[in-house]
């Protein structure tokens, strides 16, 4: 763009303050000004005793400058000294490109592309080359000087600045170091809390078990204690309506009946507690044996055919092959189904009661499905978890005229879990009730793992 012969001292000086003029016509700031003008001051003295030197500016990439370029170019000379290259590496970046005879220097600044588009700059830097004038040694001082001074202001100005971002970050410092304290005072505060609160709960959890160790040691003291005179009242009403016993009038007959019947449901019910006690506790001994499932089909028909007369209910039952058993604990099944089957018989106005056995033959996992299901009034859909809990029993029309105690369903879910199966139930109002059991065979290889998992002896 523009290219200057060095020649003289004068030309050195004259260099230097075209430099820093183009620097700030190209948006340089000070620093970076003051920064080129002293690294091509220092080259061009370096270089004044060469031949042929020649200083040129030009701006790169022409159609885009991105950065000023100024190249020193000499045909004959010594080369230059590497304190003044590395002098002027340290301001700008400086590239040394040795010849045969002479060599170039070429000094790269680049430009802010915010500074204005390409014919702007090109523009602006030709009006300052363009008018380029002599300097003196004088005038060269002059400028150091001024230059000094600003660089020194400017330095003032950011040693402040400094300063001041110091103290903000000392403050900062200080409401950080103020809220970790706080922070930390609060969450051993909440620390303290949670340890409180977990040696209350401990403390809850404590009084429940022993709670529920009081429950079951009531119950199955009360158990013992209501079942002696209640096989008292059952023998004697036995008794009396024994064929050998004197002639009772019609009445005293009833009513001896009456005694009888009484004391076999209170019986029955008696038993059932102390059970669920067992359970409860873990002392309900599982005494698995091969269980022929004719047999309980026929006995399950036989003890709710004649407890139930009611010929708007059909009482319907499986036809099991001779072959299919089932390896449990008898008496704890029979108590299930029992069970069961007595809330579907109670629930269920008219229809049927159906019981359906399945038994699925897999030699990996043995099990034996019963089904128990009813055309009754149902369950509403909020009370479907409630009914498994214990003396639970669901209000309103579903109890009219329906006795209970509220343990058949959880006492029955209870034996299933205790023999390592389970009991679900699903029921529509209006619809019926579907209850399924599924049991395990307890054959050879699993007695012992049931057990062990259910807490039996």
């Known amino acids: 763009m523009a290219s200057f012969v060095l020649s003289s001292a004068q030309d050195v000086f004259g260099l230097r303050r075209s430099a820093q003029q183009a620097a700030a016509a190209l948006s340089l700031d000070r620093q970076d000004q003051v920064r080129l003008a002293t690294a ?25 400058p991105s950065s ?40 790269t600044q680049p430009l802010d592309v915010s500074a204005g588009s390409a014919d702007e700059q090109y523009a602006r830097l030709a009006e300052v080359l363009k008018g380029r004038t002599s300097s003196t040694e004088a005038d060269d001082l002059r400028a150091q000087t001024r230059d000094l001074i600003a660089t020194l202001e400017e330095t ?28 930390t005072q609060e969450l051993e505060t909440t ?36 079942r002696t005179p209640v096989n008292s009242v059952v023998a004697l009403s036995t008794l009396l309506l024994a064929p050998s016993s004197p002639a009772l009038t019609d009445e005293q007959r009833e009513q001896v009946g009456l005694i009888a019947s009484s004391g076999h449901t209170m019986l029955s019910l008696v038993s059932d507690l102390l059970d669920v006690a067992k359970a409860e506790a873990g002392h309900l001994d599982i005494q698995p044996e091969p269980v022929d ?8 028909s036989g003890l709710f055919l004649s407890g139930h007369g009611d010929d708007r209910i059909t009482f319907v039952t499986p036809r099991v092959e001779q072959q299919q058993s089932l390896v449990t604990d008898e008496t704890l099944l029979v108590r299930i189904l029992r069970n069961v089957l007595s809330n579907a018989l109670k629930f269920t106005e008219r229809g049927e009661v159906r019981l359906d056995i399945t038994v699925a033959p897999e030699p990996s996992a043995p099990e034996a499905v019963f089904t128990v299901t009813d055309t009754g009034i149902g369950i509403p859909p909020e009370e479907l978890e409630r009914v498994f809990e214990v003396f639970y029993q669901v ?39 579907r209850v399924e059991v599924r049991l395990p065979d307890l054959g050879p290889g699993h007695t012992k793992e049931t057990r062990n998992r259910k807490g039996g002896p």
Do not use: M
Not at 44 to 63: K, T, W
């Open 191 to 226: 620390n303290s809390g949670v340890l409180a609160l977990h040696t209350e709960l401990e403390d809850k959890r404590q009084q429940l078990q022993e709670a529920s160790e009081s429950k079951t040691r009531f119950w199955t003291n009360i158990s013992h204690e209501l």
């Open 40 to 64: 091509l001051s220092e080259l061009g003295r370096d270089r004044l005793a060469c031949r042929g030197l020649e200083v040129s500016f030009s701006l790169v990439p022409p159609g885009r």
């Open 156 to 183: 003032r100005a950011q040693r402040e600045e400094l300063r001041r971002l110091n103290e903000e970050l000392e403050e900062t410092n200080r409401g950080v170091l103020a809220l970790y304290s706080e922070l």
């Open 68 to 107: 000023l370029l100024v190249t020193f170019a000499w045909t004959g000379g010594p080369p230059p000294a590497r304190e003044t290259l590395d002098l002027a590496g340290k301001l700008v970046r400086t590239e040394h490109e040795p010849g045969p005879t002479g060599g170039r220097i070429v000094v």
């Open 293 to 300: 499932l004719r047999l309980l089909v026929a006995h399950l």
């Open 395 to 433: 209000r309103g029309p579903h109890q009219q005229g329906r006795p209970g105690t509220g343990l058949g369903l959880p006492y029955a879910r209870t034996l299933a879990e205790l023999l390592g199966g389970s009991l679900t139930l699903t029921s529509t109002v209006g619809a019926g009730t």
